[in-house]
């Protein structure tokens, strides 16, 4: 079993920053890829960024490019979000979630923190 536990959500003002992490216990951390995904009030939850398993590729999503950096460190089984020139409209439950390398599917889920970004 893979145990996923967030830090570092809160409230920030706009255009300052967060860095969320996720620590993974349970499982070789570096056998997996890694996303952070974020669910808004009344909306689906959408993938912002993604990691590859030894950290060597990484994508976004249009909304956070050039915002946001996805990062990892095997050594201390942690995943982390940097964020910057954070936007009201980036408010939502943010959680990091694991998939084994070659499957479709995240598998393992963080129970979410809450990063509110005021106007």
């Known amino acids: 079993q893979v145990q996923l536990v967030e830090y570092g959500g809160g409230l920030v003002q706009a255009g300052g920053s967060l860095k969320l992490s996720c620590v993974v216990s349970?499982?070789?951390?570096?056998?997996?890829?890694m996303g952070w995904f974020r669910q808004a009030p009344g909306k689906e939850r959408d993938l912002v960024a993604s990691?590859?398993?030894?950290?060597?590729?990484?994508s976004y999503a249009d909304s956070v490019l050039g915002r946001f950096t996805i990062s990892r460190d095997n050594v201390k089984n942690t995943l982390y979000l940097q964020m910057n020139s954070l936007k009201p409209e980036d408010t939502a439950v943010y959680s990091c979630?694991?998939?084994?390398?070659?499957?479709?599917?995240?598998?393992?889920w963080g129970q979410g923190t809450q990063v509110t970004v005021s106007s």
């Open positions: 349970g499982r070789t951390f570096s056998s997996y890829a």
């Open positions: 990691i590859s398993a030894r950290g060597g590729t990484t």
């Open positions: 979630a694991a998939r084994g390398v070659g499957a479709l599917e995240y598998r393992y």
